[in-house]
């Protein structure tokens, strides 16, 4: 069975370390902040100007004047600050987030990403993606392996406006987890109860089984 979008976040929250300042794009990324390990302290941040987000207000407990750049409510935890986006697009261009995860429309076997734009859909604009991808220490992509009409989003490359080059570092999606490596995409876990051949099937881009290859266990 394919992995549901809190799955997914579930598998990207271990790559979280003790200390990290992590930069969570809309969408499935968000949903990172409510698995972070029992314990351990990493600091969200927003480019809208927040350091310091806690996991989704429960129903009833919304502030409509805390969201997050996807303008979603959120809470805060002890010590968090508020600053303007200037303030916040300095922390992320000096380098100072270790990890973003974005969500993606495409992402190329050798790591090209394209996540802002579908032509002939109005959007205003690419947002903070542009300086997130160029900046980040590393970069995960959590996002469903194909479209709506079945087709592959891991791809030789990108045909959409491109993001960033050569930066994506792993893939997340409903299948399984995929590094990206000069050889393609390495698949080194896979969902219950789909087959490494389903996985080659909606494939587009190269792909490689790693030889240490799991099932996904949560």
């Not at 429960?58 to 004047?65: L, R, Y």
């Not at 916040?88 to 992402?107: H, N, P, Q, Y």
């Not at 959007?123 to 590393?138: E, F, Q, R, T």
């Not at 490359?157 to 490596?181: E, Q, R, S």
Request: charged letters at 20%; aromatic letters at 6%.
């Amino acid at each position: 069975m394919a992995l549901d979008k809190h799955q997914i976040a579930q598998l990207i929250a271990r790559e979280l370390q003790d200390g990290f300042y992590v930069n969570l794009g809309i969408g499935i990324p968000t949903l990172v902040a409510n698995y972070i390990p029992e314990g351990m302290e990493v600091v969200l941040q927003s480019e809208n100007g927040l350091l310091g987000m806690g996991p989704f207000p429960f129903e009833g407990e919304e502030d409509a004047d805390l969201i997050n750049a996807g303008k979603q409510t959120i809470t805060t935890v002890p010590g968090s600050a508020f600053f303007d986006s200037a303030v916040s697009f300095g922390m992320i261009r000096s380098g100072k987030v270790d990890l973003t995860v974005l969500g993606a429309m495409e992402v190329a076997e050798n790591g090209d990403i394209a996540n802002w734009k579908v032509p002939g859909k109005m959007v205003k604009g690419m947002g903070g993606a542009m300086d997130l991808v160029a900046s980040a220490k590393n970069i995960i992509v959590a996002m469903q392996h194909t479209d709506k009409a079945g087709r592959s989003k891991l791809l030789p490359a990108c045909t959409l406006p491109i993001t960033g080059l050569k930066c994506v570092k792993k893939v997340v999606t409903d299948l399984g987890v995929f590094n990206i490596t000069p050889e393609g995409f390495e698949c080194i876990e896979y969902a219950q109860g789909v087959s490494l051949d389903e996985i080659k099937a909606k494939t587009a881009g190269k792909l490689i089984i790693s030889n240490q290859v799991k099932e996904i266990s949560l």
